[in-house]
């Protein structure tokens, strides 16, 4: 599995300047990933292969993708229904709807369990915000080990250190990882992983931490050469002047993912023409949910009844959440499973009772 893994990601790293030459290469390998990168598939993703080469595809195929943000089941599958072929299991998001800050707060344990419930509900992938992999190299391996159990399409580790702080709260003043050392993660965490697909992505804090573009290609540079599948850039200026300024530094020499929080009002066929690989929405079901609880539970409690909510069509209905909830899986279950006349009909055709093999 090493083998095909490494000559995957050197298929990717020597032959992505070159496209017609990927492609033919590609044709004779046997590595699907590398193909579904050449041959740059357009249309809807298909959602019944592994997730992780659902991920793979979308990060290495030529078209802009997009990844929205999810935090529980519900708002994972709810991305899903909206056309989304990925989610982003977003740090921020995790920690804020368990009351906590985006400090590390929650364990990885208490993350990997929510990122579980969102996998089991889902058939596109998830890509975890991973921050800094809760630790070092050892922590981040055993975190990927949790999360290829669980179904996940890949993770994202930060240049930063352990306790992170989000990146938006005084970005300048929090201090970026050692570069060996973090390539030393992005390794292990390659070494580790059982599917060759699964994606790390390596997130650049240069800019967020007010260095310029040569601190950022520089690391962007290690982390590739480490072995990450990806690069995620990330800024917090009111346009895209650092994006546009590693992009053309950058080229195409692997998939880059932005996440333009900061600089909302750039078109995203901007992104396109510098060849931004993947556009994360980061945290808008988050705040979104946030803002219509603050409405109708303040409404609740101002006006002592239901009244004004449930006529005002901000709330959705009963029936929508035990929809997504799959109530009508478990009624049919239950006719399956309880139902007498069934459960004998069943035992009728599995035939009378067989002796025990060696009784
Ligand atoms: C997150 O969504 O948790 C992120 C993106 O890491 S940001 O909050 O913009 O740093
Ligand atoms: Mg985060």
């Known amino acids: 599995m090493r083998n095909a893994l490494t000559k995957r990601v050197s298929l990717v790293r020597r032959y992505r300047p070159n496209m017609k030459r990927a492609l033919s290469l590609a044709q004779r390998s046997s590595v699907s990933s590398t193909r579904a990168f050449a041959t740059a598939s357009t249309g809807s993703a298909d959602h019944t292969k592994k997730k992780t080469t659902q991920l793979r595809e979308l990060f290495y195929k030529k078209e802009l993708d997009f990844l929205m943000e999810a935090h529980n089941g519900l708002s994972a599958k709810i991305v899903q229904e909206a056309g989304f072929n990925a989610i982003w299991a977003s740090g921020l998001s995790l920690s804020a709807q368990l009351g906590v800050r985006d400090n590390n707060e929650a364990s990885w344990t208490q993350i990997v369990e929510v990122v579980d419930f969102m996998s089991e509900c889902t058939d596109i992938p998830i890509l975890l915000d991973g921050d800094t992999g809760f630790g070092n190299f050892n922590n981040a391996r055993r975190l990927i080990g ?68 040569d601190e950022a290609y520089k690391r962007a540079d290690a982390y590739h050469r480490a072995g990450a599948d990806a690069i995620l850039c990330h800024s917090k200026k009111k346009d895209d002047s650092d994006i546009k300024e590693f992009m053309e ?36 079901n988050m705040r979104a949910s946030v803002a219509a609880m603050q409405k109708v539970t303040g409404d609740i409690y101002e006006n002592q009844t239901l009244k004004n909510v449930e006529y005002s069509g901000d709330l959705q209905t009963v029936a929508e959440v035990f929809r997504l909830q799959r109530t009508g899986e478990l009624k049919e279950a239950e006719g399956k499973y309880e139902d007498p006349t069934n459960i004998a009909n069943r035992m009728a055709k599995a035939g009378p009772p067989r002796p025990m093999a060696n009784a």
């Open 249 to 284: 530094a950058w080229g195409d020499r692997c998939p880059v993912v932005i996440v333009p929080t900061k600089y909302p009002d750039v078109h995203c066929d901007t992104f396109r023409d510098y060849g931004v690989g993947a556009v994360i929405w980061a945290n808008h």
């Open 146 to 213: 949790k999360l290829e159990r669980s179904d996940i399409g890949g993770v994202c580790f930060e240049d930063k250190l352990f306790p992170k702080t989000n990146s938006f709260i005084d970005g300048e003043s929090q201090p970026l990882a050692d570069i060996d050392e973090f390539c030393g993660k992005i390794m292990a965490s390659k070494d580790v992983q059982q599917d060759p697909d699964f994606m790390v992505v390596a997130r650049l804090e240069a800019f967020i931490t007010g260095y310029g573009l």
